[in-house]
DNA sequence: ACCCCTTCTTGAACATGTTCAACAATCGCC
DNA sequence: GGCGATTGTTGAACATGTTCAAGAAGGGGT
């Protein structure tokens, strides 16, 4: 009845603890289920019947409701990197670069912006590991600020010395940004996130251009300060 | 045992609605167990065990446990009012306008330091009416909005005359960046949030002050357009 | 084959936010 | 002062995330 995940017990591949299926058709079932119904919608109760396991299974492999949360991050972000290969193949000039990687990452999460939205909640919490700052998720974290890296790499265009090493977090801060916007995007098919990124990323651009400028040195400089003492 | 709350029936103020006084005795007890000993770990009973009522008049008054939250904010946003007071009796240059207000609104918020930090999270859900962007929190919105306004009106800086009716709002703004960055700030007192504050309101003073000039007028246009846009 | 140890699984029990039908108190009106 | 309507109050019942003691399953050494 439901599109069976592929779980066929693919003897090549070395599950490495014994329980790793079962680990993966909870996940499987859970994302589905929150895409079918929402987060809130879907009791652990729900996910458990529909895998075929007791709710306390579910508990062994992951440690609350929320941290299945982290397994739709890390979907997701692996999702985006994909999405984005074929912009940094195709563009050269860092605008249409970044433009892109960015309209990727919406991409992928707009199939689930009705559910997403719901739970982003749970990352605005400090306290929480799943928060896009906090040490657990510093893997995907690293791979996103990662992608941002390439963005620069495969550039053509030239940038200040001093603001290059730290532009690649500075850029995935302002896709933190726009995904922030887009949680709270009502318009139909979340058209103004994508007219926020059209914007944006022209001024991002002449921004960066213009840090090279010689007047502009002492603000450029005083930012970067700001920014070193602020990251302990 | 507990303070009790100035309850006296206060015959000269009208409590209009009957239950005014009930109302305001759940309030007081909700924020006085959410400081002693934090959001989650304060339960409905323990409130109304406390305050000496049913569980279900709590929900009579307070749609939901989050909603008690919303007596919060509107309660630091009084106290940031008349904190910023003195500021802007006293200051008249921009800069310390700007950075008196956001350092007092700090001030109120930071006893609270360890307990809103936790619940901050509901205010990041969109659909929650407890959004600082959502519809129910316009009133207090629109108040810590006036605020900034009055960090304008009474300052000697000039201003770019289409910058200006947007500047107020664009301030609230980076006023939710500093508090976003607040709540994840973990180093003692918050100090990294000070430094935020005293470093970024030079940039702002600046960069305020550069909008005028005519070079920089199209990318000052630019940006305003951007946010008429997204504004809807 | 046997035994021990780790890994995995179970489902009932618990904690807590929320609802609701019933009841009580108060008010407006005659 | 009596009476219907509004407002306020109660606490048990419900829904759901989470825990935990008990046991099953499997692996490895002898």
Do not use: C
């Not at 070395?14 to 929402?38: C, K, N, S, V, Y």
């Amino acid at each position: 009845m439901t599109e069976q995940p592929a779980q066929t017990t693919t003897a090549g591949d070395p599950a490495t603890a014994r329980g790793e299926q079962t680990r993966q058709l909870i996940r499987d079932t859970a994302m589905r289920l929150f895409r079918e119904r929402g987060y809130a919608q879907t009791t652990m109760r729900a996910i458990a019947q529909e895998a075929g396991v007791a709710v306390g299974n579910a508990y062994y492999y992951f440690g609350s409701k929320d941290h299945l949360i982290q397994e739709f991050y890390a979907q997701s972000q692996v999702e985006h990197r994909a999405a984005a290969q074929p912009v940094l193949d195709r563009e050269e000039a860092f605008g249409p670069r970044l433009a892109g990687v960015l309209h990727a990452g919406i991409d992928v999460l707009t199939p689930s912006h009705g559910f997403a939205a719901t739970f982003f909640k749970t990352a605005a919490e400090p306290t929480s590991p799943l928060s896009p700052f906090s040490a657990e998720s510093s893997g995907p974290r690293q791979a996103a600020i990662e992608l941002f890296g390439e963005v620069l790499t495969g550039s053509t265009a030239k940038i200040d010395a001093e603001l290059r090493p730290q532009l690649p977090e500075l850029l995935w801060l302002a896709y933190m940004g726009v995904i922030l916007y887009w949680v709270h995007d009502r318009s139909p098919g979340q058209t103004k996130t994508r007219q926020l990124i059209d914007g944006a990323v022209p001024l991002i651009d002449r921004l960066v251009a213009l840090s090279r400028l010689r007047v502009l040195r002492p603000v450029t400089r005083q930012v970067l300060d700001l920014i070193r003492t602020l990251r302990h």
